[in-house]
């Protein structure tokens, strides 16, 4: 047999062998959740809104509506809404349009003014979720706006967060990260309340090794423990039937859990981890190929 027979033979061995592949992990499930946009809404009385939902299902993922949605609101001396989410103000105030399916709900809140020079609006900065280490601290602001948009001045306001044994909230703002987990954070001027902000305390990671870059995150969000990647995550590209391990040793999975298959070798994805396993039980992310068993990359989350 040639030599060239010989390599070329090898070759298609090693392909086919690349190509073999290990069953995929089984994606854990989580309870079916709705969302509500917007999550507050200000306007005049005798105005409308339009609320929308968004579905997700047992895999975390958007999917659509199921089945039939119940609107309601908690007190239409300020606003009514129909069954197809569209809100009418009608007297002054802040209340909270419901959407419930089954027995899972989203809510937002809406206040009516009577004229836009009233405060319409209470804002907390930064409006997206807040992600702290734990022990960490971060100043969150906010401001009071009437329906024009425009701030108003000296307004006082009062700090809460819905779990202080996970993120304490001074009545300056201050938050404080306590404990791993999900406080929701809400500030109150004049009797209206602004949207909720989520305060997660998390783990979190660079990766490093065999070509490897980005960060990991461990956190718990809607109660569901879930493992991300940021969205300069990245691995070689040539190894196979690579897989997403949370572990305790940095250099193999003994006593280590599947999370996932790794389908995208780089940015920003996000897996749901089932119980049993805890936000402290493991220390590293760990990027492995089943197949052949080797590492291709390890985030640690510290102590």
């Known amino acids: 047999?040639?030599?060239?027979?010989?390599?070329?033979?090898?070759?298609?061995?090693?392909?086919?062998?690349?190509?073999?592949?290990?069953?995929?992990?089984?994606?854990?499930?989580?309870?079916?959740?709705?969302?509500?946009?917007?999550t507050t809404q200000s306007i005049e009385a005798g105005a409308n809104a339009q609320f929308t939902l968004k579905f997700f299902n047992t895999l975390g993922q958007p999917a659509t509506l199921?089945?039939?949605?119940?609107?309601?609101?908690?007190?239409?001396?300020?606003?009514?809404?129909n069954q197809q989410g569209i809100a009418t103000g009608v007297g002054p105030g802040q209340t909270a349009i419901k959407a419930t399916y089954n027995t899972i709900s989203a809510t937002a809140l809406i206040t009516v003014v009577t004229n836009n020079t009233q405060l319409a609006s209470v804002m907390i900065m930064p409006a997206d979720s807040v992600e702290l280490k734990l022990n960490e601290m971060v100043t969150l602001t906010a401001i009071g706006k009437n329906n024009?948009?425009?701030?108003?001045?000296?307004?006082?306001?009062?700090?809460?967060?819905?779990?202080?044994?996970?993120?304490?909230?001074?009545?300056?703002?201050?938050?404080?990260?306590?404990?791993?987990?999900t406080s929701i954070i809400s500030v109150t001027a004049l009797g209206i309340q602004s949207a909720p902000v989520m305060a997660q305390v998390i783990r979190k990671g660079n990766f490093s090794g065999s070509g490897s870059a980005g960060m990991a995150k461990l956190k718990i969000e809607n109660s569901i423990l879930k493992l991300q990647t940021s969205s300069n995550f990245s691995v070689m590209?040539?190894?196979?039937?690579?897989?997403?391990?949370?572990?305790?040793?940095?250099?193999?999975?003994?006593?280590?859990?599947?999370v996932a298959s790794l389908t995208q070798r780089s940015g920003a994805q996000s897996w749901n981890i089932a119980l049993p396993t805890t936000i402290t039980q493991y220390r590293y992310v760990i990027v492995w190929c089943k197949q052949f068993s080797g590492t291709y990359g390890v985030a640690d989350l510290g102590n």
């Open 237 to 258: 590209t040539g190894p196979p039937d690579l897989r997403i391990y949370l572990g305790n040793n940095d250099n193999d999975i003994n006593g280590a859990v599947e």
């Open 148 to 181: 024009m948009g425009n701030p108003i001045s000296g307004l006082s306001f009062s700090w809460m967060s819905n779990s202080v044994s996970n993120v304490e909230i001074s009545m300056g703002g201050v938050a404080t990260a306590k404990a791993y987990g």
């Open 66 to 81: 199921p089945g039939t949605i119940n609107w309601s609101s908690n007190d239409n001396s300020i606003a009514t809404v």
């Open 1 to 38: 047999m040639s030599k060239n027979i010989i390599i070329l033979l090898f070759t298609i061995g090693v392909l086919a062998s690349c190509s073999k592949k290990t069953p995929d992990t089984p994606i854990a499930t989580v309870p079916e959740r709705l969302e509500m946009s917007p």
